[in-house]
């Protein structure tokens, strides 16, 4: 877990990885907001379902001294969606290329809905044990890690990420979002048109239905990867409309 101290009152940006990695996945944008002197914190996503992940989420938030800016990447973006409502010093919200699902809505419903995304057909499924027996959870193809998830990266870059990913349980995508925090807290977003995997079509539509402050860019869905300076912008925009 990275994290530095800012101005007093300011509020410490808590980024959360999205599913298929990692809390290096920010490294970039990391970089950035110490430099800028930001309070920063990278919390590990168990990446084992909505319910148990957006709890351990919550946990990190409450335990922030002051308030906190939640930034979610993918998946990450259901997680602080769910996790934000239930610790009471979230402030505002960011999402990178990520879900903002509704009341109800799951992440394979909201999939099946994109006509941009391939991710689908790109998982491949596997078993891991748990107390009551085992649960499904998913990896990314390796021959097609690079066209669904990092189109823009390098591709020994890519080779390397496509080793290194996490699986991500089942639960994480037929998991019903509750109370989601973007109706009650500002919001910004940064939309990677080209992104493949969480779909730019619906990452926008739920962008726009959030009221969030949206920032466009041509990147694939590892856009914190690909563009951190872009990214840390619109976390900087966020702080400096939560300081007004």
């Known amino acids: ?21 990692d809390s290096s996945s920010w490294n970039g944008v990391v970089a950035r907001l110490l430099a800028a002197d930001v309070a920063v914190k990278a919390v590990p996503n168990p990446l084992r379902g909505i319910a148990e ?4 989420v919550a946990s990190a938030f409450q335990q922030t001294q002051g308030p906190v800016l939640a930034v979610g990447h993918s998946y990450g973006g259901a997680v602080i969606t769910n996790a934000a409502s239930r610790a009471d010093n979230v402030v505002g919200l960011v999402y990178v290329a990520a879900f903002a699902p ?3 809505e799951t992440l394979m419903d909201i999939e099946g809905n994109s006509k941009d995304s391939v991710l689908t057909s790109a998982l491949v499924p596997v078993q891991y044990p748990t107390a009551s027996g085992s649960e499904a959870e998913f990896l990314i193809d390796p021959a097609k890690f690079r066209d669904a998830f990092a189109a823009d990266v390098a591709p020994e870059d890519a080779a390397v990420m496509a080793v290194t990913q996490r699986p991500a349980s089942s639960l994480a995508f037929s998991t019903p979002t509750t109370n989601p925090a973007w109706k009650k807290l500002p919001s910004w977003a940064a939309v990677a048109t080209g992104d493949k995997a969480a779909g730019s079509d619906v990452v926008l539509h739920m962008a726009e239905r959030a009221g969030a402050t949206i920032t466009r860019t041509e990147a694939s869905h590892v856009v914190m ?4 300076q872009l990214v840390t912008d619109v976390i900087m925009q966020a702080l400096d409309a ?3």
């Open 53 to 56: 992940d957006a709890a351990y």
């Open 242 to 244: 939560l300081s007004r």
């Open 1 to 21: 877990m990275s994290t530095t101290t800012s101005r007093p009152g300011a509020p410490t940006v808590v980024l959360v990885h999205g599913a298929f990695a």
């Open 225 to 228: 990867v690909t563009q951190p």
């Open 102 to 104: 509704d009341e109800g």
